[in-house]
DNA sequence: AAGGATACCTGAATGC
DNA sequence: TGCATTCAGGTATCCT
């Protein structure tokens, strides 16, 4: 489900309802998923102070210097409820405020990942820690990115599914962005000249801002906590578009496996 | 030490 | 129809 734009909506979303707000019950729902039960219900009292996303993470301060350290995985989910709303399907804890709102994290796969841990720690993180440059903040311009790329043999694709080069591009937004770069998604990204770099840099930029504006793609179950559903899947020009015809050159969208994930692409608008 | 393969889960779609 | 296989927005871990 989730990559950078579609978290961006999920922390905007969250600012609004959940900042300032006071935690008065904890319910864990799978003791399978979180087992620190005791950490879990010493978050009971407390101010939620911060909001913030680094990559596809979303950080949750505390007024306690406890932060929560959360991933959605593929199938997570938050979705506000009123406190007294019947759990959704594959609820696996909610966190009750004073204002009426509960926060449920629902995730079907379960490969949603859930920390609670000292803020000052949350950088040291080995998850947080790794990670690479934010897209769209300023320390990455094209000398950086420029830089990056020259150190790496990976396939273009595979580069910016690396979350350990930039953080927050996932498959269906590494596709687009190259779509968008009119790259070849097999080209090592130390190979790439100055222009495609230039280009790569640009449709980052616009894709990933763009899909932030459209609310996300809303795909099987992704929605805003709210209940708003994204729309930048109808803005996509090849993720999933297997076999149909390229908007721009109409030739036939190929799609193959690189890596054990799914590449779609266009042969002639990314030749090689 | 970078980067590739596999494991972790459930359900929907596809294939025979 | 029924059963098996493949695929899905991701990351941790082990291995070379």
Redesign the pocket.
């Known amino acids: 489900?989730?990559?950078l734009p579609?978290v961006e909506n999920i922390l905007q979303c969250l600012r609004k309802k959940l900042l300032k707000k006071n935690i008065v019950k904890i319910e864990n729902l799978r003791k399978?998923f979180i087992h620190h039960e005791d950490k879990l219900q010493g978050i009971r009292g407390c101010t939620v102070t911060s909001l913030k996303r680094r990559?596809?993470?979303l950080l949750m301060e505390l007024n306690n210097h406890n932060s929560l350290v959360l991933?959605?995985?593929?199938?997570g989910r938050f979705i506000l409820l009123k406190a007294d709303s019947p759990n959704p399907?594959?609820a696996l804890f909610r966190i009750i405020f004073d204002n009426g709102n509960a926060l449920v994290y629902c995730d079907?796969?379960?490969?949603g990942?859930f920390e609670i841990i000292p803020t000052s720690q949350v950088d040291k993180y080995?998850?947080i820690k790794?990670l690479g440059v934010e897209p769209l903040e300023k320390d990455l311009d094209i000398t950086l990115l420029s830089r990056i790329l020259s150190?790496?043999?990976?396939?273009i694709k595979?580069?910016l599914?690396?979350?350990?080069?930039i953080?927050?591009?996932?498959?269906?937004?590494?596709n687009e962005i190259l779509f968008a770069s009119k790259i070849d998604p097999f080209k090592p990204?130390?190979t790439l000249d100055e222009e495609e770099i230039i280009r790569l840099y640009e449709s980052m930029q616009k894709v990933l801002k763009e899909a932030i504006a459209e609310g996300?793609?809303?795909?099987?179950?992704?929605t805003i906590p709210s209940g708003e559903q994204?729309s930048f899947?109808f803005k996509h020009q090849v993720?999933?578009r297997k076999g149909k015809s390229c908007y721009h050159c109409s030739t036939s969208i190929w799609?193959e496996?690189q890596?054990?994930?799914?590449t779609y692409f266009c042969p002639q608008c990314q030749k090689p």
């Open positions: 489900m989730p990559e579609e399978d990559g596809k993470w991933h959605l995985g593929m199938s399907k594959y079907m796969r379960r490969f990942r080995k998850s790794s150190k790496s043999k990976q396939q595979d580069f599914l690396d979350q350990k080069k953080a927050g591009i996932g498959n269906i937004y590494a990204a130390h996300g793609s809303t795909i099987n179950s992704y994204g899947q993720y999933g799609k496996k890596h054990g994930r799914s």
